[in-house]
């Protein structure tokens, strides 16, 4: 039986070979100037979560409501040594959190309630600058040398991460924190008429993502209370802006500091 990885990473091979007979290069083209992804992010300055926008509403991954067997994330990694991963759905975090270190990076995973967070102090933070940061963990780019074939086209609207573990400085942890957020409807401004129909908020969540690099060990999450909790700001982002000859890198908001 073929599981969810191996057809991702059927996937890969498939738009490569597809390149590859369209006369374009066999490998997938570096990364290169690209527009914002499909959707929308919660975005505060600090690293975007994949969080798609429906209409006024934010729609994103829930804790819980699917079927036991369904799977929550994919993980897949290309023979280059990048790991793709996408969450379908935010539950099990150390489920991918093994699956991460399995395939080699050493990560922490954990998924924080709405209205909660992680007890500050758990990790030392390692020092290191943004850019260095984003190259080693950032959303996969789209191609935009070429137009993409519809295969490419569905495989990018999947919204995946890369991470490149041979960019992590020797004894490092990369920690990604996820937390829920919430949107209320009398919390948002009245949108008004929209081509002519009169268009109304709604309730919606969505979720913030943070990623950073931790020396030595990393303390379980104990959660606590957090009064800043609020929904999610929308934006486009993030980019992948032009690059230079000396940047090859896509890059991703800062993270938090």
């Known amino acids: 039986m073929i599981n969810f990885e191996e057809r991702a990473l059927d996937e890969l091979k498939a738009l490569a070979a597809d390149t ?11 990364p290169a100037p690209a527009t914002s992804r499909r959707g929308r992010r919660a975005l505060y300055g600090l690293a975007a ?26 993980v897949v990694k290309r023979p280059d040594g990048g790991i793709l ?26 998924y924080v309630p709405y209205g909660r967070k992680c007890a500050p102090g758990r990790f030392a933070p390692h020092a ?37 573990p041979e960019l992590m400085p020797a004894n490092t942890t990369l920690v990604i924190t996820v937390t829920m957020t919430q949107t209320l409807a009398k919390d948002v401004p009245d949108p008004g008429y929209r081509d002519g129909h009169r268009a109304y908020a709604s309730d919606s969540t969505g979720s913030t993502s943070t990623y950073r690099l931790a020396d030595g060990p990393v303390a379980a999450c104990t959660l606590i209370d957090d009064p800043t909790a609020r929904g999610p700001a929308t934006d486009n982002g993030p980019t992948v802006p032009p690059l230079t ?13």
């Open 128 to 164: 290191i600058a943004d850019d260095d940061l984003n190259a080693i963990y950032h959303w996969l780019p789209e191609p935009t040398d070429r137009r993409m074939t519809d295969k490419e086209l569905e495989f990018y609207s999947q919204l995946w991460t890369e991470v490149r």
């Open 245 to 257: 000859p000396a940047s090859t890198t896509p890059a991703r908001p800062a993270p938090m500091r």
């Open 49 to 74: 979560s994949a969080v798609l926008a429906s209409g006024i509403g934010l729609g994103a991954p829930l804790f819980s409501g699917s079927s036991a067997e369904a799977q929550p994330f994919e």
């Open 20 to 30: 590859a007979a369209a006369g374009g290069p066999a490998t997938e083209p570096p």
């Open 85 to 110: 991963f996408k969450v379908d759905e935010f539950r099990n975090p150390k489920g991918l959190e093994q699956r991460l270190r399995d395939l080699g990076l050493p990560a922490v995973v954990d």
